[in-house]
């Protein structure tokens, strides 16, 4: 049940592009997603609820697309401070926490 | 509010002693989770708390660990007779009520089992 993450791995250059994937082989209630650097706690992002949802915050945005169980993380003119490893947590049935799973994660790497 | 506050930050114990660490919430938020993560992994659902009340508790949870939430606040996690399997960095979340809230994550308790 835990959520499929591609790619594994990206490296980018400043001010480039990146799509991050997210995909689940049952029915999504919600996607939340995550950054954590090397030691840090993760930090949360954004939370999608409903199917079709775009959400979005400075250069950086999702959708969820509730039919194919995906969620896909954009990340646009990437910054040096984009680099760390991107989890999606997928819930398939509100408030049941032992059913919220997270990916085993993007790492993100955005160099000079 | 100083988020998610999590002790001690490293414990380096011995193969079959006790360890517990502690984990105080965001002060508003009634919705406490543990989660366990090994390097390379995403977090692993613990156990959650609503105010006192451990509501949920992961089926994989061996009976050697114990999560608290004495008054709703603060929240103690114990593992007992620890085995060396039981070496990860432990992370304790808290989120407010409602469907658009987002964890947040204290920056955890790594420990080590020699």
């Known amino acids: 049940q835990q959520p499929v993450q591609s790619p594994q791995a990206v490296i980018l250059r400043e001010g480039e592009d990146a799509v991050i994937n997210c995909s689940s082989s049952k029915a999504l209630y919600s996607v939340h997603w995550y950054r954590q650097k090397h030691g840090e706690a993760p930090v949360f992002l954004m939370i999608?609820?409903?199917?079709?949802e775009q959400k979005g915050h400075d250069k950086i945005s999702a959708s969820f697309n509730e039919k194919k169980q995906q969620s896909s993380l954009y990340l646009t003119a990437s910054q040096l401070s984009y680099s760390g490893t991107y989890f999606c947590g997928t819930e398939s049935r509100r408030y049941n926490f032992n059913k919220f799973y997270f990916g085993s994660g993007t790492k993100l790497n955005v160099k000079p | 509010d100083t988020g998610v506050s999590q002790n001690p930050r490293h414990k380096i114990t011995k193969r079959g002693q006790n360890v517990t660490f502690r984990c105080d919430p965001i002060s508003e938020h009634n919705r406490l989770y543990w989660y366990r993560q090994t390097l390379g992994q995403g977090p692993e659902f613990l156990t959650y708390?609503?105010?006192?009340?451990?509501?949920?508790k992961s089926r994989l949870l061996s009976d050697r660990f114990s999560a608290e939430r004495p008054k709703g606040s603060f929240s103690t996690l114990e593992i007992q007779r620890t085995e060396q399997g039981d070496s990860a960095m432990y992370l304790c979340?808290?989120?407010?009520?409602?469907?658009?809230?987002?964890?947040?994550f204290g920056s955890g308790t790594r420990l080590t089992v020699v």
């Open positions: 999608l609820l409903k199917g079709g």
């Open positions: 979340a808290s989120s407010g009520v409602g469907g658009d809230y987002g964890y947040t």
């Open positions: 708390f609503q105010n006192e009340a451990q509501l949920e």
